[in-house]
């Protein structure tokens, strides 16, 4: 199994409002030269068990999904910490230094993790191997179709293709960049990570066992996403042409692959809430269209959509796109509480 390497992030810098200027311009040139070393350096020292690897993730669902994947004695640390929104993260001088350290970076794409693609240019030909979900997906920013096919260099299986029901980024405005909370899509990631991290070991002459233990974890994985899509299928199975409404754009993917609506998102990443006219006018709205529930998220304010669900006379509930490092927990509680609110909901949708 791999272990989990999280050393604790560092504290922010202050300086005394007495010291001398001359005092804090060289206290800020040494952190800046320290950081400038941390990224130059070629590598770190190899992990003490044969075939081990470093690898950095960008968000806690990314090291669920990767972490089981990988040989005995490999450790893998989220950028993210559990609790905390991707959208708008700024790397710390550790987060760099963990980048410039790791064999494989892994990450989400399609603009979601601005800050670790910096990171990885201005290292050029010494940046780590680098295992972009969205690219290996196939999913991108084609203007044409919304979608990009190019793979620049990875080797693609097809296997994101299996069920999509035409579903992909059409029908959600920009690209939704939430990947990982469409079970179908995850599946397809995994055996294109196993794929990824099997090759990697094969190009550092890794011992049979290391190659043998990632192929067992990927099948196990795999296994395990199946039955949460089993699970979503089954428990939603009753709720096909729900209506719902969101915190953030964050559920569409989820929601078209489980015959749910999301009929209205409640506000943009670090928007404003509405004025309390707005938000009586867009609870009538939801009255209007029969929408079954509402959905906050734990990393934003829940005051509208607490709000608009009470004008509305719906449920009111939470989701959570990130969680921490346990995928499989992750979905499962975003299930259960979909099914309780609209189990709530069914009879005045005359469903129950």
């Not at 910096?118 to 920013?141: N, Y």
Request: aromatic share 4%; with cysteine; glycine share 8%.
């Amino acid at each position: 199994m791999s272990s989990t390497n999280r050393p604790p992030r560092p504290a922010a810098l202050t300086l005394a409002p007495l010291a001398p200027l001359a005092a804090a311009l060289a206290a800020f040139a040494l952190l800046l030269g320290s950081c400038g070393r941390q990224d130059d350096r070629p590598s770190a020292d190899p992990l003490p068990t044969p075939g081990a690897i470093r690898v950095v993730v960008t968000i806690p669902p990314l090291e669920g999904l990767i972490a089981p994947l990988l040989p005995d004695g490999s450790q893998v640390r989220a950028l993210l910490p559990p609790g905390a929104s991707p959208h708008g993260y700024e790397l710390t001088p550790d987060d760099a230094a963990a980048l410039a350290r790791a064999d494989l970076v892994v990450y989400v794409g399609l603009g979601l993790e601005p800050g670790v693609m910096r990171s990885l240019a201005r290292r050029g030909k010494a940046a780590p191997t680098q295992l972009c979900m969205a690219e290996v997906l196939g999913i991108g920013t084609d203007p044409s179709d919304g979608h990009d096919h190019s793979h620049h260099g990875h080797t693609h299986h097809d296997h994101a293709h299996d069920d999509h029901e035409g579903h992909e980024d059409h029908a959600h405005g920009p690209i939704d960049e939430h990947l990982w909370l469409d079970p179908v899509l995850v599946a397809a990631f995994v055996a294109e990570a196993g794929d990824a991290i099997t090759g990697l070991l094969r190009e550092r002459r890794a011992p049979a066992e290391a190659l043998e233990a990632v192929e067992r974890g990927t099948a196990s994985l795999r296994a395990r996403v199946a039955d949460v899509d089993a699970a979503y299928r089954d428990r939603l199975s009753a709720h096909r042409g729900a209506k719902i409404v969101t915190q953030h754009a964050a559920w569409g993917r989820l929601a078209d692959r489980y015959g749910l609506v999301v009929a209205r998102v409640v506000m943009p990443v670090e928007a404003n809430d509405p004025s309390p006219a707005d938000a009586a006018a867009a609870a009538e709205a939801l009255k209007r269209e029969g929408v079954a529930a509402v959905f906050s998220e734990p990393q934003l304010s829940r005051t509208t959509a607490e709000r608009l669900a009470r004008l509305a006379g719906v449920p009111f509930g939470e989701l959570d796109p990130v969680g921490d490092t346990d995928w499989v927990r992750l979905m499962m509680r975003n299930l259960d509480e979909l099914k309780s609110k609209l189990t709530e909901s069914a009879p005045a949708r005359g469903q129950g």
